[in-house]
C-alpha cells in the first residue's frame, strides 16, 4: 500500500523539529551566564505562547463574512427538505454520503461489498437516474467509465460542512455544500483510522480567513483498503483547495479545485467463474469559480451567482482526458413570506442547455406551498421538461398534512444517445406528527411507471425491469421516551403492482442510540459518549435481470451494526463494526458485505 502525503508531511515535520532540537547546544555545557540568558528566552517565550493563546480565543469571537449558500434561498413546505449539518454528519452512523441518505425512506443502498467499494443510492426502484447532485451549486456529471450515475462515496465527509436532501415521489436531489469557514482563528482537523483488510484512512484539514476578506482552505484525505482472495482492493486519493475574497456579506469570489485518484481493483466470483466487479483506475478532477452579490445580509433581498466548472476524467484508456464543461448563473429574490430563485445552465456536453425555477409562498405559518420547473435541451435533439408542486399544512396539537406532484417528460441517461423521453406522472399524500416523545412521518405515493436504468457497477445486473404502476408507503418515526435514549426507523413497502427490480419490497433501516452528556459529573457539557446499534433487515426480491433477461433472484436478510463513539471537547474517537452475524450476502445479489468487518479512528478539530 501506498505511503500516503498526509504521512510523509508529518513525518517531514517531526523531522525538522527533531533537528532544531539536536541543534541546540546542552544548556549544562554553557557558561553559567549562558545559562542566565536562555532562562530569560525561555521566560519570554512562555509568555508568548499565552498571549498567542489568548489572541486565538479573542479570534475565535470574530466572524468574518462567508460566501453563501448558492440555490438555498427556496421556501419549502416543513417536511420537504432534510438538512445534514456538520454536527449531524460528525454524530451520524456514515463512512460516506450514500450512507447519511440511507436514513431518508425509500433509499436502498446498491453496494460493491465493504467500505471503500461504490455505493449507489437507489430511491424508489427509479435506478441510477433516481438521484442527482449539486456540489457548491454545481451539478455533477458522471464521467469516465459510468457516465450514468456519478458515485458521491468517493466523497470524503470531513470537507462537506452540510448536505442538503430534497425529494418529490420517485426522484431526489442531493445538494452537497463544503465547509465554509467564517472566524478570523485559523482551524485545522486531523483524522486517522484503521480496521480490518489493513484499511487506512488519513485525513487533514486547514482552513485559514484574514480581515481583509481574504480565505484559503485545504484537505487531503488518503483511503486504502486490501484486497480479499478473489481481489476487490480500493485506494482513493482526495485533495481539495479552495480559495475566496470575500470583503462584505454583500460580494465574494470563490475558486476551488477537487481531485481525486481511485483505484478499484478486479473483483471475481470463483464459484462461478464470472466478474462481479472491472474495476476502475483514474482520476477525476472538478475545478470550479463562483461570484455571489447578495442585496442585504440577512438572507433577504435579491442575490446573483455565477458559476463556471469544468470536469474531467483522465485513465490509461482515456490519456487525453474527458472534460465537460459547465457555465450557470443563479437569481433569486427573497422575502419573509415567499421566494423566487431562477437558474440557467449551459453545458459543453450531452446537454447543452437547461434551465429551472422555483417559487414558494407561505402566506401563514400553518400553510406553505411551493411549485418548480425543469427544462433540458440534449444532444440528439432530444428534450426533458418537467414540474412539482408541494403543499404542507400545520394543524393543531404537532399534527401536519401534506402532499406533493410531479409529472412530464424526461430523459433519464442523456449519454445515451439512443435514449428517448420518458413521460411519469407521480402524487405523493403524507401526515405527520411531531412532539418531544415521537415523531412520525407516513406518505402514500403513486407511481405511474417508470424505466429504470441499472448501475453499469455491477457487472452482474445487465439491466432491471421496467417498473410497472405501483404504490408506495413509506414511514419514518423516532420514539424519544427519556433524552438520552433514541429509537428511529426508515421504511418502506410497494403496496401493488408487479415486484420492482433493484430494490426489496420490504426494507427498513432501524437504530437504537444511547447518547449522554453525563451532566451531573461534566457540566461543562464536554463529554459526550453515543451507544448506537443498527438494524437493516429486507425481504426477498428481484435484484435485476441478467444478459438473457431472466430474473437474478436478491435473498433476503438481515444485518446488525454496533457503534462506539467518545467525544472530549473537539475530539471524537469512534469504534465501528458491520455484519455481526456473518452473513454472506449483500444489498447486491453476488456482492457480500464483510464479516464482522471493523473499523475504528479518531477525529480532532482544533483552532491554531
Same mark, same amino acid.
Given at each position: 500500500?501506498?505511503?500516503?502525503?498526509?504521512?510523509?508531511?508529518?513525518?517531514?515535520?517531526?523531522?525538522?523539529?527533531?533537528?532544531?532540537?539536536?541543534?541546540?547546544?546542552?544548556?549544562?555545557?554553557?557558561?553559567?551566564?549562558?545559562?542566565?540568558?536562555?532562562?530569560?528566552?525561555?521566560?519570554?517565550?512562555?509568555?508568548?505562547?499565552?498571549?498567542?493563546?489568548?489572541?486565538?480565543?479573542?479570534?475565535?469571537?470574530?466572524?468574518?463574512?462567508?460566501?453563501?449558500?448558492?440555490?438555498?434561498?427556496?421556501? *419549502?413546505?416543513?417536511?420537504?427538505?432534510?438538512?445534514?449539518?456538520?454536527?449531524?454528519?460528525?454524530?451520524?452512523?456514515?463512512?460516506?454520503?450514500?450512507?447519511?441518505?440511507?436514513?431518508?425512506?425509500?433509499?436502498?443502498?446498491?453496494?460493491?461489498?465493504?467500505?471503500?467499494? %461504490?455505493?449507489?443510492?437507489?430511491?424508489?426502484?427509479?435506478?441510477?437516474?433516481?438521484?442527482?447532485?449539486?456540489?457548491?451549486?454545481?451539478?455533477?456529471?458522471?464521467?469516465?467509465?459510468?457516465?450514468?450515475?456519478?458515485?458521491?462515496?468517493?466523497?470524503?465527509?470531513?470537507?462537506?460542512?452540510?448536505?442538503?436532501?430534497? /425529494?418529490?415521489?420517485?426522484?431526489?436531489?442531493?445538494?452537497?455544500?463544503?465547509?465554509?469557514?467564517?472566524?478570523?482563528?485559523?482551524? /485545522?482537523?486531523?483524522? =486517522?483510522?484503521?480496521?480490518?483488510?489493513?484499511?487506512?484512512r488519513y485525513f487533514a484539514s486547514f482552513e485559514r480567513r484574514?480581515?481583509?476578506?481574504?480565505?484559503?482552505?485545504?484537505?487531503?484525505?488518503?483511503?486504502?483498503?486490501?484486497?480479499?482472495?478473489?481481489?476487490?482492493?480500493?485506494?482513493?486519493?482526495?485533495?481539495? =483547495?479552495?480559495?475566496?475574497?470575500?470583503?462584505?456579506?454583500?460580494?465574494?469570489?470563490?475558486?476551488?479545485?477537487?481531485?481525486?485518484?481511485?483505484?478499484?481493483?478486479?473483483?471475481?466470483? /470463483?464459484?462461478?467463474?464470472?466478474?462481479?466487479?472491472?474495476?476502475?483506475?483514474?482520476?477525476?478532477?472538478?475545478?470550479?469559480?463562483?461570484?455571489?452579490?447578495?442585496?442585504?445580509?440577512?438572507?433577504?433581498?435579491?442575490?446573483?451567482?455565477?458559476?463556471?466548472?469544468?470536469?474531467?476524467?483522465?485513465?490509461?484508456?482515456?490519456?487525453?482526458?474527458? @472534460?465537460?464543461?459547465?457555465?450557470?448563473?443563479?437569481?433569486?429574490?427573497?422575502?419573509?413570506?415567499?421566494?423566487?430563485?431562477?437558474?440557467?445552465?449551459?453545458?459543453?456536453?450531452?446537454?447543452?442547455?437547461? #434551465?429551472?425555477?422555483?417559487?414558494?409562498?407561505?402566506?401563514?405559518?400553518?400553510?406553505? @406551498?411551493?411549485?418548480?420547473?425543469?427544462?433540458?435541451?440534449?444532444?440528439?435533439?432530444?428534450?426533458?421538461?418537467?414540474?412539482?408542486?408541494?403543499?404542507?399544512?400545520?394543524?393543531?396539537?404537532?399534527?401536519?398534512?401534506?402532499?406533493?406532484?410531479?409529472?412530464?417528460?424526461?430523459?433519464?441517461?442523456?449519454?445515451?444517445?439512443? *435514449?428517448?423521453?420518458? !413521460?411519469?406522472?407521480?402524487? *405523493?399524500?403524507?401526515?405527520?406528527?411531531?412532539?418531544?416523545?415521537?415523531?412520525?412521518?407516513?406518505?402514500?405515493?403513486?407511481?405511474?411507471?417508470?424505466?429504470?436504468?441499472?448501475?453499469?457497477?455491477?457487472?452482474?445486473?445487465?439491466?432491471?425491469?421496467?417498473?410497472a404502476q405501483t404504490d408506495w408507503i413509506t414511514v419514518h418515526?423516532?420514539?424519544?421516551?427519556?433524552?438520552?435514549? /433514541?429509537?428511529?426507523?426508515?421504511?418502506? !413497502?410497494?403496496?401493488?403492482?408487479?415486484?420492482?427490480?433493484?430494490?426489496?419490497?420490504?426494507?427498513?433501516?432501524?437504530?437504537?442510540?444511547?447518547?449522554?452528556?453525563?451532566?451531573? !459529573?461534566?457540566?461543562?457539557?464536554?463529554?459526550?459518549?453515543?451507544?448506537?446499534?443498527?438494524?437493516?433487515?429486507?425481504?426477498?426480491?428481484?435484484?435485476?435481470?441478467? %444478459?438473457?433477461?431472466?430474473?437474478?433472484?436478491?435473498?433476503?436478510?438481515?444485518?446488525?451494526?454496533?457503534?462506539?463513539?467518545?467525544?472530549? #471537547?473537539?475530539?471524537?474517537?469512534?469504534?465501528?463494526?458491520?455484519?455481526?452475524?456473518?452473513?454472506?450476502?449483500?444489498?447486491?445479489?453476488?456482492?457480500?458485505?464483510?464479516?464482522?468487518?471493523?473499523?475504528?479512528?479518531?477525529?480532532?478539530?482544533?483552532?491554531?
Open positions: 500500500m501506498r505511503v500516503p502525503v498526509v504521512a510523509w508531511v508529518i513525518g517531514v515535520a517531526l523531522l525538522c523539529h527533531a533537528q532544531r532540537l539536536v541543534a541546540q547546544d546542552p544548556v549544562l555545557n554553557r557558561p553559567l551566564d549562558s545559562v542566565r540568558v536562555d532562562t530569560s528566552h525561555v521566560r519570554r517565550d512562555t509568555l508568548s505562547t499565552t498571549d498567542r493563546l489568548l489572541k486565538v480565543q479573542k479570534d475565535l469571537l470574530i466572524r468574518r463574512a462567508a460566501l453563501p449558500r448558492s440555490g438555498t434561498d427556496e421556501v *419549502q413546505p416543513a417536511g420537504s427538505r432534510t438538512v445534514f449539518t456538520r454536527d449531524s454528519i460528525d454524530w451520524a452512523t456514515a463512512q460516506s454520503v450514500p450512507e447519511l441518505l440511507a436514513r431518508i425512506p425509500g433509499v436502498y443502498l446498491d453496494r460493491a461489498g465493504w467500505i471503500g467499494s %461504490a455505493v449507489l443510492p437507489n430511491y424508489m426502484a427509479h435506478g441510477a437516474a433516481s438521484v442527482t447532485y449539486e456540489l457548491d451549486g454545481v451539478p455533477q456529471i458522471a464521467v469516465g467509465p459510468d457516465s450514468l450515475a456519478w458515485d458521491p462515496s468517493t466523497i470524503p465527509l470531513g470537507i462537506l460542512d452540510s448536505v442538503d436532501v430534497t /425529494t418529490t415521489p420517485g426522484s431526489m436531489r442531493v445538494r452537497l455544500f463544503t465547509r465554509a469557514y467564517d472566524r478570523q482563528a485559523p482551524r /485545522t482537523k486531523v483524522g =486517522v483510522a484503521q480496521g480490518d483488510r489493513g484499511i487506512a484574514y480581515s481583509s476578506g481574504i480565505g484559503f482552505s485545504a484537505a487531503a484525505d488518503y483511503f486504502g483498503v486490501n484486497s480479499l482472495p478473489t481481489g476487490g482492493a480500493n485506494t482513493i486519493g482526495s485533495g481539495w =483547495v479552495q480559495f475566496g475574497y470575500v470583503p462584505t456579506p454583500h460580494f465574494g469570489i470563490q475558486g476551488q479545485v477537487i481531485t481525486q485518484s481511485i483505484d478499484r481493483g478486479l473483483l471475481l466470483n /470463483t464459484d462461478k467463474s464470472d466478474t462481479l466487479f472491472a474495476g476502475v483506475t483514474g482520476s477525476r478532477t472538478d475545478a470550479s469559480m463562483r461570484a455571489a452579490w447578495r442585496q442585504r445580509d440577512d438572507g433577504l433581498g435579491a442575490g446573483i451567482d455565477l458559476l463556471a466548472s469544468h470536469t474531467e476524467w483522465s485513465s490509461d484508456s482515456a490519456p487525453g482526458g474527458e @472534460g465537460i464543461g459547465q457555465f450557470g448563473a443563479v437569481a433569486s429574490l427573497r422575502a419573509p413570506t415567499w421566494s423566487a430563485v431562477g437558474s440557467g445552465w449551459y453545458t459543453t456536453r450531452w446537454t447543452p442547455l437547461s #434551465g429551472r425555477m422555483e417559487i414558494g409562498w407561505s402566506p401563514s405559518r400553518l400553510i406553505t @406551498g411551493s411549485v418548480e420547473g425543469d427544462a433540458q435541451h440534449h444532444s440528439a435533439a432530444r428534450n426533458s421538461h418537467w414540474a412539482a408542486a408541494r403543499v404542507g399544512i400545520q394543524l393543531p396539537l404537532g399534527f401536519s398534512v401534506g402532499a406533493n406532484y410531479s409529472g412530464g417528460s424526461r430523459v433519464q441517461s442523456p449519454s445515451i444517445a439512443t *435514449q428517448r423521453p420518458f !413521460n411519469f406522472v407521480d402524487a *405523493q399524500a403524507t401526515a405527520g406528527f411531531n412532539s418531544k416523545l415521537l415523531a412520525i412521518d407516513a406518505g402514500y405515493a403513486h407511481d405511474a411507471g417508470w424505466r429504470p436504468e441499472s448501475f453499469s457497477e455491477f457487472a452482474v445486473i445487465n439491466a432491471y425491469a421496467p417498473l418515526a423516532r420514539l424519544t421516551p427519556i433524552n438520552w435514549f /433514541t429509537l428511529e426507523t426508515a421504511y418502506q !413497502n410497494p403496496l401493488h403492482g408487479i415486484l420492482p427490480d433493484g430494490v426489496p419490497p420490504q426494507h427498513g433501516l432501524t437504530t437504537a442510540t444511547i447518547r449522554s452528556r453525563f451532566l451531573r !459529573n461534566f457540566p461543562s457539557g464536554i463529554f459526550q459518549l453515543k451507544l448506537q446499534g443498527v438494524m437493516e433487515t429486507w425481504s426477498p426480491g428481484i435484484g435485476g435481470r441478467d %444478459a438473457t433477461g431472466a430474473a437474478i433472484p436478491l435473498p433476503g436478510a438481515t444485518f446488525f451494526r454496533t457503534v462506539i463513539q467518545l467525544q472530549l #471537547g473537539p475530539f471524537i474517537a469512534y469504534y465501528d463494526r458491520v455484519n455481526l452475524q456473518a452473513v454472506r450476502l449483500g444489498t447486491v445479489p453476488g456482492y457480500p458485505i464483510q464479516s464482522g468487518g471493523t473499523t475504528f479512528g479518531i477525529r480532532w478539530e482544533f483552532s491554531n
